[in-house]
């Protein structure tokens, strides 16, 4: 059996995966352990959309002065966050509820909150990203052409020399992208990578529209009202902007550092790859031992994890991490963890400007 399109399949099975599935089955189904990981799982929806609410009411009805203002700022911004890696992501990967439906309305708080589809959030992050993880044109988040290289098969640029500096800018702006022409260019184009994008019907494009308006209503509409436009414009790109860039430094420090490996369609062909292989070896965790991170991120830290078992409820990655860990050791398969945030982000910074300079001419590489 393989996995993926017709143009680009990995192998399924194999022992690794076969013996870590079987074990962590078996963690699953012991006492009360599926129960306990999905009320830890729902407690942080209240949690999430409760301080998104909470803060953006005060900042309408009350209207705190400039200090005020700022810690609901922050408030939005942590909701946001909470929402982005703790709900909406397991709620879009199935991790939530057995009915699909739910999962999807529960989902749907990306458009309603965050402001980007959750339905192109779908192909894009669980067929393009997931699917075909660090794979160059395949996976859009690791595909950020002419403005970054991110692996060694993308073609030099001579201004990628600076890239470990202005890509905390572009990172900035991804959201911001998202929710305003992003949704739209991809449905236009008709794909995401190379995954196909269908325009959305019926249900689906109910959610997609009303979600746009919602968003819009309550983070521009609504606060016009109220506050003057330039407060209002200033509020929401620092809001957009810090979520975008803790969003996207997140997700890019398990997959764009020097430990990972990166891959083209062409390489894979040559060698098709054991998928569950081809997950742990383009991926790398950081932080395991810090549960405050881990709380907020959503499991993110455990991207290894997440990534072989993206329906499981990210509560029980810890556990299922040291699973993971010791049968990768078993059967040959490369496990790297960072130890600290600090490390994770000098291997991303470090990755991004070798990258950079990586088959720039001698002449301007010495300049
Ligand atoms: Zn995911």
Known sequence: MAIGGDRLTFANGGAFM???RREVE???ARGRTRLKGSLLLFAKVPVAIGLTIASWAVLIFVQPGVAGALFCLAGLVLGALLTAFCVQHDANHGAY???RRYNHLLGWTADALLGF???AWRVKHNVAHHTY??????DADITQVPFARL???QEPRPWYRLQHYYIWFLYCLMALRWQTVGDVAAFARGTIGNSALRVPRGWDLAGLVGGKVIFVSWAIVVPLLVYPWWGVVVAYLVYSMVVSLIMAVTFQLAHCVEEADFTSAE???AERRLWAVHEVETTVDFCPRNPVLSWVVGGLNYQIEHHLFPRVPHTHYAHIAKIVQRNA???GVRYVTQRSLRAALGSHFRHLRTMGRMGVPVALEMG
Request: aromatic share 14%; net charge negative; proline share 4%.
């Open 133 to 138: 993880t660090n794979v160059d044109g395949y």
């Open 329 to 331: 050791e078993q059967h």
């Open 26 to 28: 078996q963690y699953l």
């Open 151 to 153: 692996m060694p098969v």
């Open 117 to 119: 589809s959750s339905y």
């Open 97 to 99: 509820f057995r009915r």
């Open 18 to 20: 076969q013996d870590t």
């Open 267 to 269: 390489q894979l062909a």
